[in-house]
């Protein structure tokens, strides 16, 4: 009975030194936790759920915008006809270079014949008073002719000249003038570029009622003559992106047709309102096209870069997973040596592709803590901070 006595004695003396083991074990694990501050022993299997990443600068400011290119209107002209007529000849072609006057097609135009009678006739008109009225006061200084003779001939000329001028003013507006004999009118460029659009053929019946004050969505005009080495973008941005965004920012332009280049551009304007249904601003800038590669209406992906000063205000950028929110305020926690780590206030901006813009708070190249985010701040909030 002795034998076993002894024998349960070391059991239980085993088992109070195993358990004394186990709690000394325990409690070398648990953290350390102090105001913001958190510290993990080497040994703490909760480090196994932690996960970091570095801030890194920040070079954009919204990427991977969708927009549409279309033709730049500075520099664009859509040609209707100021006379109706037939169509006789179209002197040009898609993609040809055209100076400002060159003719683009010829239209036997009645309209037009009919300004230029109407300038022959006035023409006429005003010799024949000419004379008349220089005959008046020849004879009127012979004592042949009245006082009242003279002032008739004189108003018949003032009348007959304000007809010529008024003539020759409507025939100018053609691109016409009194030299012209025939009523074939040619249709010109008043700009310098490339033909870029036609929508006209000979024997076509054209009428000038068709211009309809630029319509273009119900009416395509004859010809559009740009330049496309130069591109209006669209872009449509989101309200929460407008802060982010301003005048004469660099755009970095990216084409599926072209998955290799990027096209330089700026950004020129920002809209005055927001779209109600999309809850979008229309955001306009211009595009570098030297070789032709862009076209009207393809549709790119934009980028907008950063200017040095606006770069200065937000350097870093962290995942947006790293950041959470405590009574409405962001934070996040830094790694500040391995198993030390500090929750910190940041001021943010709007997320973009996952990363989140820092305007305060982190560093670039210190690392913030991406997953168990939410275990150290249980850690934090159970020691009552």
């Known amino acids: 009975m002795k034998i076993f006595h002894i024998a349960d004695s070391i059991l239980l003396g ?10 000394k074990q325990e409690q070398t694990s648990e953290p350390k936790v102090a105001d913001n501050k958190i510290s993990f022993p080497a040994s703490s299997p909760r480090l196994a759920s932690l996960t970091v990443q570095t801030a890194q600068s920040r070079k954009m400011a919204i990427t991977h915008l969708t927009g549409r290119l279309y033709w730049n209107d500075d520099v664009t002209v859509r040609i209707f006809t100021p006379v109706s007529g037939r169509v006789s000849a179209v002197l040009v072609d898609l993609g040809q270079p055209v100076s400002a006057g060159t003719p683009l097609a010829e239209i036997d135009s009645p309209d037009f014949g009919q300004a230029l009678a109407d300038t022959h006739t006035a023409e006429g008109n005003l010799r024949l008073t000419d004379k008349a009225f220089s005959r008046a006061k020849e004879l009127f200084a ?6 009242k003779d003279v002032e008739t001939a004189e108003a018949a000329f003032v009348s007959a000249l304000a007809e010529r001028d008024r003539t020759l003013a409507r025939l100018s507006l053609y691109g016409g003038s009194e030299k012209i004999t025939n009523e074939v009118y040619q249709l010109r460029s008043p700009l310098a570029g490339v033909l870029v659009e036609r929508s006209i053929n000979p024997g076509q019946e054209v009428r000038a009622d068709q211009m309809l004050a630029n319509a273009t969505q119900l009416y395509a005009p004859l010809f559009v003559v740009s330049d496309p080495t130069k591109l209006w973008l669209q872009l ?3 309200e929460s992106d407008l802060s982010s965004l301003q005048p004469g920012q660099a755009l970095r332009i990216a084409s599926k047709a072209f998955p290799e280049k990027y096209f330089d551009g700026t950004v020129n304007n920002i809209g005055a309102e927001l779209d109600p249904a999309t ?5 306009r800038g211009t595009v570098s096209n030297p070789d032709k590669l862009l076209k009207a209406e393809m549709y790119v992906l934009a980028d907008v870069v950063v200017n040095t000063d606006q770069a200065a205000q937000a350097t870093v950028e962290i995942p ?7 009574d409405n305020q962001y934070y996040v926690f830094i790694e500040q040596s391995p198993g030390q780590y500090l929750r910190q206030r940041l001021t943010i901006g709007a997320e973009q592709d996952g990363k989140v813009p820092v305007f305060e708070g982190v560093s670039a190249g210190q690392k913030v803590v991406t997953d168990g985010c939410m275990l150290l701040e249980s850690l934090i909030e159970q020691n009552g901070r």
């Open 142 to 147: 012979h004592g042949a002719a009245a006082q």
């Open 236 to 238: 449509d941005v989101a």
């Open 320 to 326: 947006a997973q790293a950041v959470f929110m405590r």
């Open 14 to 23: 085993a088992f109070v030194a195993g358990c004394h083991r186990e709690a």
């Open 279 to 283: 809850r979008t601003v229309k955001v």
